[in-house]
């Protein structure tokens, strides 16, 4: 998820817990179609899906104000889950289906897990771009994220390819930098939480 589509999930969520039918609306808009494709490969019927994943939609505007919605994919996703559960819990189905909820609970966790990884990656290399000059940043923006060769950009800022891959070569060492701070500040506080 980029950047901007997880702050309009923010804001959308903000909204939503202010009872504004507008921001559920949308919410609802993104997610109802994967969560309803994700019910009926645990369900196996198209109509009971539905009914589990309009069920958790009725449960979250009741909830609005008092739910705990801090990482809302994870929540939703999991209510699939319990939903689907507790239907064939409760219909006394196949113990494969239940086997195939635990499965997929752990392979939604994985995904937004690894989700997660790659926005803070993504965040932390944009933060260390803003902290180098405006010159390096052009650089590294072209070779990373335009592909262009290390020639294509000397020629394009008239510069000498040596610049270039010196200018490559401190964006690289600043991103490198600031994701081992960011990871030895994760390793501290998971040491920290264990202690205590």
């Known amino acids: 998820m980029s950047t901007s589509n997880l702050k309009t999930n923010i804001l959308l969520l903000t909204e939503f817990k202010k009872g504004n039918k507008k921001a559920f609306r949308k919410l609802f808009e993104l997610f109802w179609e994967p969560m309803f494709i994700r019910a009926k490969s645990i369900i196996l019927d198209e109509d009971v899906a539905k009914d589990i994943v309009q069920e958790i939609w009725l449960n979250l505007w009741q909830k609005k104000e008092h739910g705990n919605f801090e990482n809302f994919e994870a929540y939703i996703f999991k209510s699939v889950s319990y939903g689907c559960f ?3 819990r409760n219909h006394k189905l196949k113990t ?50 335009e592909s262009a060769s ?40 998971v040491i920290f939480i264990t202690l205590f």
């Open 86 to 88: 507790k239907y064939l």
């Open 150 to 189: 290390n020639e294509e950009i000397a020629q394009r800022l008239g510069i000498s390819k040596r610049s270039v891959e010196n200018q490559m070569s401190i964006a690289l060492k600043s991103i490198r930098q600031n994701l081992r701070l960011a990871q030895s500040s994760l390793t501290s506080l």
């Open 96 to 145: 494969a289906h239940l086997q195939a909820i635990a499965a997929l609970e752990l392979s939604i966790e994985s995904n937004i897990a690894d989700q997660h990884n790659l926005d803070q990656t993504r965040f932390i290399i944009e933060k260390s771009l803003t902290e180098l000059p405006p010159r390096c940043q052009q650089v590294f923006r072209l070779s990373r994220m």
